[in-house]
């Protein structure tokens, strides 16, 4: 069964700054890794994407992200946080399954900006 | 309107009641999705419609069904809901049920009393 992990909960980070969410996934063979992002209120929008091809993907808002396949690992960076980007993020993987594209979700990282 | 759009935004309701959720696609997408997503949990898949037939159903118990009766609308129809059913109902859909990005709605926050 697929399955992601998001270990952070929570990160804060000062206006400026660097940014790395990380998110770790298990799945049977090559999975379609996904990052959305939630502002409160709202549903949820696609940052970035990977299906196959070169490892390093960019995405919207500045946002890119990197396959490492021998980690089972996606995850995404920016490396000058903005005040909007405060916001809760997901990683999620997707692939074919008897009923098509199931995407699976992390519980989320919920972002705090400092200014 | 442009992309996915969710009625009513909020909905309150008592366990006795009967009410409708209703999802608007204007992508020409062909599958939809309902999605359930719960303080600290992670985003549940309920329902997979492609289109209009039904190719997924979670384990959703049977006080929620849902309805599609055409591409561009999903509806999910509640009753004798639970508290714990109070959620954000997400829908989402996509060109096909294959690898396609989904694209989401706002969502309807629903209390139940």
């Known amino acids: 069964a697929q399955s992601v992990t998001q270990p952070d909960i929570h990160i804060t980070v000062s206006e400026g700054a660097s940014l790395e969410l990380r998110c770790n996934y298990s799945?049977?063979?090559?999975?379609?890794l996904f990052w959305y992002v939630q502002s409160p209120g709202q549903g949820l929008q696609l940052l970035l994407k990977?299906?196959?091809?070169?490892?390093l993907v960019q995405g919207i808002k500045g946002f890119e992200a990197e396959f490492k396949r021998s980690q089972s690992s996606f995850n995404l960076r920016k490396p000058s946080v903005h005040w909007s980007d405060a916001a809760e993020y997901f990683c999620a993987v997707g692939g074919l399954t008897g009923g098509g594209n199931k995407l699976t979700f992390g519980t989320g990282t919920q972002l705090k900006v400092e200014l | 309107e442009t992309g996915v759009t969710q009625t009513p935004r909020h909905l309150v309701m008592g366990m006795t009641n009967k009410k409708s959720l209703k999802c608007e696609q204007h992508?020409?997408?062909?599958?939809m999705y309902w999605y359930k997503q719960s303080a600290k949990k992670p985003l549940e898949l309920m329902f997979v419609y492609s289109l209009e037939e039904r190719v997924e159903n979670n384990s959703v118990p049977s006080r929620f069904s849902p309805e599609c009766p055409n591409s561009s609308h999903l509806f999910l129809h509640l009753h004798t809901l639970q508290p714990e059913d109070s959620a954000l109902y997400l829908c989402a859909s996509s060109q096909g049920t294959t690898t396609d990005t989904q694209y989401f709605g706002p969502g309807t926050r629903l209390t139940v009393l």
């Open positions: 990977y299906f196959s091809g070169d490892t």
């Open positions: 799945y049977g063979a090559t999975p379609y």
């Open positions: 992508l020409g997408h062909n599958a």
